[in-house]
């Protein structure tokens, strides 16, 4: 306890790893079998039961993934997936007393709502954002590029999500090698050659409805 100021060197600090309960995992269709194992994992190895819900557009590998849960001879009950709208029973879900944690990775609007009905739980949210990345004008355009092309950062995934945003000045436009030419990578990614557009097929239809 001697990092703590005023508590003395003769004072003991220790940690107890104790189960909380029942976890709700609540997951988004990008990365669809990292952001479930991301949730499953550590909940099931600290001793909780877990309830995931997983996107209703990406359920088939959350449900996979339990299957091996199962096959491996985690006890019946333990893990649970809903495969439904957060519409029709998320408040059901979120609010339950008997729920003592929620983990839930999406948009911002939907995190903010849960911190405001989920009522007193611990809560988890990784919600929704931008990446920027800053490219200066005497930047070696090639190496930018080459390091945000799909295989750096979040990957092709995250960037058809469309969860990556690439702000570039209007300058790097100018001169014999322009940051689109570099990036041709992040261009075929976008064009719907990703992960996820395979795992999310209406993908492409609903970038197309938004830009």
Same mark, same amino acid.
């Given at each position: ?15 107890? =790893? ?147 945003? =690439?702000?570039? =000045? ?42």
């Amino acid at each position: 306890m001697d990092a703590n100021r005023g508590t003395g060197r003769d004072e003991v600090g220790f940690t107890l =790893r104790r189960p909380c309960g029942v976890v709700v995992a609540i997951t988004p269709f990008n990365h669809p079998a990292l952001l479930v194992l991301h949730k499953l994992a550590p909940a099931l190895a600290a001793g909780n039961a877990v309830v995931l819900e997983p996107a209703t557009s990406t359920p088939l590998t959350a449900l996979e993934l339990a299957e091996c849960f199962v096959d491996a001879g985690l006890p019946e009950g333990v893990l649970s997936v809903l495969v439904v709208s957060g519409a029709v029973l998320g408040d059901a879900l979120v609010t339950d007393p008997r729920v003592r944690k929620i983990s839930f990775t999406g948009s911002t609007e939907t995190g903010e709502y849960l911190a405001r009905v989920a009522g007193v739980k611990k809560l988890s949210l990784e919600r929704g954002a931008s990446c920027p990345v800053v490219v200066l004008p005497d930047a070696d355009l090639e190496l930018v590029a080459g390091a945000h092309d799909g295989r750096g950062h979040h990957g092709p995934v995250a960037l058809a999500a469309g969860q990556d945003a =690439r702000p570039v =000045r209007t300058g790097l436009r100018d001169g014999p090698l322009t940051f689109v030419d570099a990036a041709r990578g992040v261009a075929d990614v976008l064009a719907g050659r990703s992960p996820a557009a395979i795992a999310n097929p209406d993908w492409n239809d609903r970038k197309a409805t938004t830009a």
